[in-house]
Structure formats: C-alpha cells, structure tokens
C-alpha cells in the first residue's frame, strides 16, 4: 500500500515566544557576533592570500627587492 502524497502550497504561521528563557541574552549575542566577524577577517586574510597566490607581475616592491 503506497502512502498518501500531501501537497502544501502555502504556508503561513505566527512565532510568539512562549518562554523566556529562549532569548538570547547579551552575552550569548555578543559570543555570536564575535564568531561572525572572526569568520569573516579569516576569509578577508584567505582572499588577500588567494590574491597574493595568483597575482602575476606588479607585486609589492619590498618583494620585488627581495628576490632581485
């Protein structure tokens, strides 16, 4: 016996907090903030580096005077 399909076309719904306790408190935010933006310099310092990797020609000048 094959199961019923169920299609749901639209779906709306209300979100009410019903205990307190499942907010975030300011420390918890504050955690969440710092994980962002440390993720965040991480992939800045992986594209500098990605670009540094890549990039031919026209490189610092105190790379340049360190390999003539």
Do not use: F, W, Y
Not at 12 to 35: K, Y
Not at 41 to 55: K, L, M, V
């Amino acid at each position: 016996m094959a199961a019923p399909q169920i299609r749901i076309r639209e779906v709306t719904g209300t979100m009410r907090v019903v205990d307190s306790e499942s907010l975030l408190t300011p420390s918890i935010l504050e955690r969440i903030v710092a994980a962002v933006m440390a993720a965040m310099e991480s992939e800045q310092r992986d594209r500098e580096a990605h670009r540094r990797d890549t990039h031919i020609g026209g490189g610092c000048n105190a790379c340049e005077e360190k390999h003539k």
